[in-house]
């Protein structure tokens, strides 16, 4: 069973940067997706990037496409989300979250995740 752990949140203005790191540890290591989604206050979580272990491929959030960039180091089993450019939208509970079975063509599925970090704060202050 994959276990993720999410760091690197907290409070900052509008146009500053913050980057979130997601270790993992246990089940199958580094295969199939892995991913952030985020949950704004009063709002459903929702798919904002995710990188493929096999080719390191990714997927971006129209919404995040451009500002956000997400990375993975296997060797240190670490996946990381560097925001830049953030804006009072961006605030909101971030959560990791892998399927390690499958590759996608299109963004990750919520339905399809198997293991979820506990979620870290990002406030973005106008």
């Known amino acids: 069973q994959v276990q993720l752990v999410e760091s690197g949140g907290g409070l900052v203005q509008a146009g500053g940067s913050l980057r979130l790191s997601c270790v993992t540890s246990?089940?199958?290591?580094?295969?199939?997706?892995i991913g952030w989604f985020r949950r704004a206050p009063g709002k459903e979580r929702e798919f904002v990037a995710h990188l493929s272990w096999n080719d390191y491929s990714t997927y971006y959030a129209a919404s995040v496409k451009d500002r956000f960039i997400i990375s993975g180091d296997a060797a240190k089993n670490t996946m990381y989300l560097q925001m830049n450019r953030l804006k009072p939208d961006d605030t909101g509970v971030y959560y990791c979250?892998?399927?390690?079975?499958?590759?996608?063509?299109?963004?990750?599925?919520?339905?399809?995740?198997?293991?979820w970090g506990q979620g870290t704060q990002v406030t973005i202050s106008s």
């Open positions: 246990g089940g199958a290591l580094n295969r199939g997706t």
């Open positions: 979250a892998a399927d390690p079975s499958s590759d996608y063509v299109g963004p990750l599925l919520i339905e399809e995740i198997t293991a």
